[in-house]
């Protein structure tokens, strides 16, 4: 799934073409795309037409465009979820869903080959949209407090990985950088949230932060053609993972052959002697299994 960086990336991409543009047409042609709008396709389109598109703004993974100052289009682009920006007449992308046409004849088209992803109109929303008013800040907000989200992330009742995917605690991390941020700060996915000092619960979201500006300068982390830039274009910051992925081979901290875990139906790469549990931790197999199964934990979105 599309994380932070790669979002930002799109929504950069995305500035460079909509920003002060007004929408000419709109074309549905896959309803299941706007599965987050209640109005419908005819609705969706009426709502659009003739809307002059401001700066595309962010908040974790989602993305929108406010429109004329007062509304906005919201984007999520759910695992496959890609915005192209084409020349008018150029080929649709195979999996192309919605396809939007601006004011100079630039095409916008919202590709998606597994239809998690979506778009959706909202009113009033150009500031803050609704449905993300539950999202929380990232490190790239300048309101971010590093402080304040270390003593609630110390307060948690789970292990430090879910918390970090937790995203009404932060927002915009997922499994790639979780693993890289963790593997940075020397920290065990699964050491308890509430019992990490206050130097090491804000170690790990200073390296989260340092990690995700890290892969948006490298254009994002792309493992095949399900994430790509406006253009089409993969990023390279998988070439500087340091253990996601990466089982098997030497850490580059120290040379240990990195492992894959099991990890909430995915996986977690690790180096077994760079982000050991703390002794004492590791012989409390109890209390990390009820960190692990808190009914506190919060699903990635």
């Known amino acids: 799934m599309p994380e932070l ?17 007004r929408i000419d047409a709109v074309r549905v042609l896959d309803a299941r795309a706007l599965k987050r709008h209640d109005g419908g396709p005819d609705d969706f389109v009426g709502s659009l037409v003739g809307r002059r598109c401001d700066e595309p703004r962010r908040r974790g993974k989602y993305l929108w465009i406010p429109l004329d100052g007062r509304d906005a289009l919201i984007a999520h682009l759910g695992m496959s979820g890609q915005f192209r920006v084409d020349a008018p007449g150029a080929p649709l992308p195979r999996h192309a869903r919605v396809v939007i046409t601006m004011d100079d004849g630039t095409q916008l088209r919202f590709v998606d080959q597994r239809l998690f992803g979506s778009l959706a109109y909202c009113p009033g929303g150009a500031g803050l949209p609704e449905p993300i ?34 995203q009404t ?3 915009g991390i997922g499994n790639i950088y979780a693993d890289e941020a963790l593997w940075l700060a020397h920290t065990n996915y699964e050491h ?58 030497p850490c580059p901290r120290c040379g240990t052959a990195i492992v894959r875990q099991r990890f909430m139906n995915r996986s977690s790469y690790l180096c077994p002697r760079c982000q050991r549990l703390p002794r004492r931790l590791e012989q409390s197999e109890p209390a990390r299994a009820r960190a692990s199964s808190s009914a506190h934990d919060a699903p990635e979105r």
Do not use: M, W
């Open 5 to 21: 960086p790669e979002v930002e990336v799109v929504r950069e991409g995305l500035a460079q073409f909509v920003e002060g543009r």
């Open 133 to 166: 008013r539950h999202i929380a800040l990232d490190p790239f907000d300048p309101h971010f407090r590093v402080e304040a989200v270390a003593g609630r992330l110390q307060a948690k009742h789970t292990t430090v990985k879910r918390a970090l995917l937790d």
């Open 169 to 171: 605690l932060v927002s």
């Open 192 to 249: 308890p949230t509430s019992l990490l000092s206050t130097r090491r619960a804000r170690a790990v979201l200073r390296r989260a932060a340092d990690v995700r500006r890290r892969a948006l300068a490298a254009g994002g982390t792309s493992f095949d053609a399900l994430y790509v830039n406006v253009h089409g274009d993969s990023g390279y910051f998988a070439r500087g993972l340091a253990v996601y992925g990466r089982d098997g081979q």
